[in-house]
């Protein structure tokens, strides 16, 4: 990733970014994964809409990966969202500055957009996606955001929403992914393609819903903090030197570093370079037979052939007289 690309996904100073209402400070800084829905405007909830889904930061070590959508009745589309006014892009080609100022005019109760739109996130916190990603099932980053965009869908409809079109930006194969969100959402009409962001406005105000959120959350843990570790992507200097700088020797970092990433791996790996990190080896498991309830009381016959355990439990073992 190029310098003129990391600067626009380095999120702005705090004091010149809109905090949208999808920031969930208590989540974000204990690590969690969470969910926001707008409030659904009248002008919504009485035409079919057209909703598009796309992602911000997928790459990223640092960060959460934030999904967003967005929805629109299928009239209003293009005349709205590609109007001087607002001007909806790809959020990769839109400052940072603008990214905020069209986020609020969404969230101003006043403006058209808030009256005529709606919009969701799902944030999927750094601790989240790395434990998945190290489970057994191996629930990886694809399978995550599947599941995100598919909760994300279902809870805009669920809220009353006639969702009639569905457009998503997707970096895996399409065809693959249209089929599934098909058999799914049979009832609307699916898109799915590369790029989607650049051709789709209701993408594109998706793009710019989750990217501005987590331009906020990136901050969570403090303003010195987001600034020194820059824009979170591993080709980041700042994002790599804020690593090197606050890894703690055993622990790592916090809630806010994906543990599963190369980056992150290889530097809790002891070098010359990082030579304060401690390697830590666990025991193995026991691997032996599972001890019987019955075996810490049961004693062994004398012959050395095992005792009938019945017997002996209830009193007087089988086949022995009693008189």
């Given at each position: 990733m190029g310098d003129s690309q990391l600067a626009l996904e380095t999120p702005p100073s705090p004091s010149s970014i809109f905090t949208p209402p999808s920031i969930d400070p208590p989540a974000l800084l204990s690590g969690a994964s969470y969910t926001y829905f707008s409030p659904i405007q009248p002008a919504v909830a009485s035409a079919p809409v057209c909703l598009g889904v796309d992602e911000a930061?997928?790459?990223?070590?640092?960060?959460?990966?934030?999904?967003?959508?967005f929805f629109v009745p299928l009239p209003l589309s293009d005349s709205l969202l590609r109007s001087p006014a607002h001007r909806f892009d790809d959020s990769k080609v839109l400052t940072p500055g603008f990214r905020s100022t069209l986020m609020q005019t969404l969230c101003t109760p006043s403006s058209e957009l808030f009256a005529n739109s709606g919009w969701a996130v799902s944030s999927l916190s750094a601790r989240d996606i790395g434990a998945h990603m190290f489970s057994p099932s191996s629930y990886n980053l694809n399978a995550q955001a599947m599941d995100a965009t598919v909760?994300?869908?279902?809870?805009?409809?669920?809220?009353?929403?006639?969702?009639?079109e569905i457009y998503v930006d997707t970096v895996g194969p399409p065809a693959t992914y249209q089929a599934k969100l098909e058999k799914i959402f049979p009832m609307a009409k699916i898109t799915v393609a590369k790029k989607a962001d650049s051709l789709?406005?209701?993408?594109?105000?998706?793009?710019v819903c989750a990217k501005v959120t987590r331009?906020?959350?990136?901050?969570?843990?403090?303003?010195?903090?987001?600034?020194?570790?820059g824009s979170g992507y591993p080709s980041d200097g700042r994002c790599v030197g804020w690593m090197r700088n606050n890894m703690h020797p055993v622990f790592g970092w916090g809630p806010e570093c994906r543990f599963s990433w190369g980056t992150a791996?290889?530097?809790l790996e002891p070098t010359k370079s990082t030579p304060g990190t401690v390697k830590v080896e666990w025991p193995a498991d026991d691997d032996g037979d599972n001890?019987?309830?019955?075996?810490?009381?049961?004693?062994?016959r004398s012959d050395g052939e095992?005792?009938?355990?019945?017997?002996?439990?209830?009193?007087?073992?089988?086949?022995?007289?009693?008189?």
């Open positions: 930061g997928r790459g990223p070590v640092l960060g959460p990966m934030v999904y967003g959508v909760e994300l869908i279902k809870g805009v409809i669920e809220r009353g929403v006639n969702v009639a789709y406005p209701c993408v594109s105000a998706a793009s331009d906020v959350a990136l901050e969570a843990d403090g303003e010195e903090e987001a600034m020194a570790w791996k290889d530097m001890a019987r309830v019955t075996g810490f009381f049961v004693a062994g095992p005792a009938d355990e019945l017997g002996t439990w209830f009193g007087t073992p089988a086949g022995v007289e009693a008189f």
